[in-house]
């Protein structure tokens, strides 16, 4: 079942989106899977692009992305 992004996740979206504005990250393409929580990260992170008055790419959306497993997800996102 599919697991929405949780109040925790949405955090960490706006956290990154922060970070990534304050070192001047710039991005020519935005590519997301097509479940709810891979999304609504993705829109977290444009709304904190936008509200800071930087552009955000319109989203790719590709279902192969999907098949990120939960763990891998999870250490890919926990890279420091």
Request: net charge negative; charged share 30%; proline share 5%.
């Amino acid at each position: 079942m599919e697991q929405p992004l949780t109040p925790l996740g949405e955090a960490q979206a706006a956290g990154l989106a922060c970070w990534w504005l304050k070192h001047g990250a710039q991005f020519d393409e935005v590519h997301s899977g097509t479940l709810a929580r891979q999304v609504r990260m993705e829109e977290i992170v444009a709304e904190t692009f936008r509200k800071a008055g930087k552009p955000w790419p319109e989203r790719l959306t590709l279902d192969a992305f999907n098949r990120i497993g939960h763990l891998e997800e999870e250490r890919l996102w926990s890279y420091r």
